[in-house]
C-alpha cells in the first residue's frame, strides 16, 4: 500500500512541475499584442494580417453560410409548423429544415 501512495505522489508531483513549467516558460499569444485575426510568428516577432483573397473569389451573399456557393438564393420563409429557421444543404444545394436530427428540403 505504501509502494502505491508513493507511485501516485510521485506521478502527481511530476504532473504538477510540468505544468508549472509550461505556464511559466511559454509566452502566451496574448503577449505579442496582435489582432484577433492576425498571426503572430514568435522568431521575427512579427504580428502579419491574413492574405487577401484571390481576385476570382467572390463570397456568399450575407445571408448564406460561408460553405454555400455565391449563387445561393434567399432562405424561404421559416413555415408555421417548424421550430427552426431554414438551413442550407451543399448536399442538395437548396434549403430545408433540421426535424429531429433529419435534413427535410423545404
Known amino acids: 500500500m505504501r509502494w502505491f501512495v508513493r507511485c501516485l505522489a510521485a506521478v502527481i508531483a511530476v504532473a504538477f512541475v ?5 505556464v511559466l516558460a511559454t509566452p502566451g ?3 505579442a499584442q496582435c489582432g484577433p485575426n492576425m498571426s503572430f510568428n514568435p ?3 512579427v504580428c502579419k494580417l491574413p492574405p ?7 463570397a ?3 445571408y448564406a453560410p460561408s460553405f454555400a ?5 434567399p432562405p424561404p420563409p421559416t413555415p408555421w409548423w417548424a ?3 431554414p438551413v442550407w444543404s451543399n448536399g442538395f444545394q437548396r434549403w430545408g429544415i433540421v426535424i429531429g436530427g433529419v435534413w427535410v428540403p423545404l
Not at 18 to 22: G, K, L, N
Open 52 to 58: 487577401a483573397p484571390p481576385d476570382w473569389y467572390t
Open 60 to 62: 456568399p451573399p450575407a
Open 69 to 73: 456557393p455565391p449563387n445561393v438564393p
Open 43 to 45: 522568431v521575427t516577432n
Open 29 to 31: 499569444v496574448s503577449s
Open 83 to 85: 421550430r427552426t429557421d
Open 18 to 22: 510540468s505544468i508549472a513549467a509550461a
